[in-house]
């Protein structure tokens, strides 16, 4: 079962750093060699990855890699904007004088990365922010949700990242997050989150 685990994993891992383009075959032959894995355990992670929407079979044809189209990426962002913000709010609830710490300190370093121009910086630092208040909040379920629909969007969250001005746009938003969080307001915190979310939604559309 460790090793099925592993294969999918790394699989995974594979497809969200772009290593496959949508809708590319999956092989079997070639990924149990290109993961030194047995047939069995490729085809464990392919029923898995597409359990999350990664991957998609085909009859007579096999498996590939699902492509998400931008309406379907609004629509999955629809969801995070609901439960997003349920996390901020259980964040808020939650939080310790060494969480607010850590985030002051992501949303200082956002801060400094926008003002050098730096997208990529940044982009690592708010998937930082997301996943520390993930941490805080503590919420299983939310966080399992989370996941597997960052899963289906890292495509388009990669290209919304590489628009003109977008940083400075959600800087503002982040750190009103942080500020609600910190002063442990969870409405506050929900709702920062949930304008935050709207925001990407409608640029998401302007990439029409």
Do not use: W
């Amino acid at each position: 079962m460790a090793a099925d685990t592993k294969v999918q994993d790394e699989l995974r891992a594979a497809i969200l750093r772009g290593d496959f383009a949508p809708r590319q075959r999956l092989v079997e032959a070639e990924l149990c060699e290109d993961f030194d894995a047995g047939r069995f355990a490729v085809r464990a992670a392919l029923q898995a990855l597409e359990a999350e929407g990664l991957v998609e079979r085909q009859p007579n044809k096999g498996a590939r890699i699902r492509e998400i189209t931008l309406a379907e990426a609004i629509e999955i962002t629809e969801i995070r904007m609901v439960v997003e913000g349920l996390v901020a709010s259980r964040a808020a609830e939650r939080a310790t004088p060494d969480d607010a710490a850590r985030l002051r300190d992501i949303a200082r370093r956002m801060r400094a990365a926008v003002k050098a121009g730096e997208p990529v910086v940044y982009s690592d630092l708010n998937a930082d922010l997301h996943a520390t208040l993930r941490e805080i909040a503590q919420h299983e379920t939310a966080n399992r949700i989370i996941a597997q629909l960052h899963g289906q969007m890292v495509r388009h969250q990669f290209a919304l990242s590489r628009v003109p001005g977008r940083s400075a746009v959600s800087l503002v938003q982040h750190e009103n997050i942080v500020k609600a969080v910190v002063a442990r307001d969870p409405g506050e915190a929900e709702a920062a989150m949930r304008l935050h979310i709207a925001s990407v939604i409608d640029a998401l559309r302007s990439m029409h």
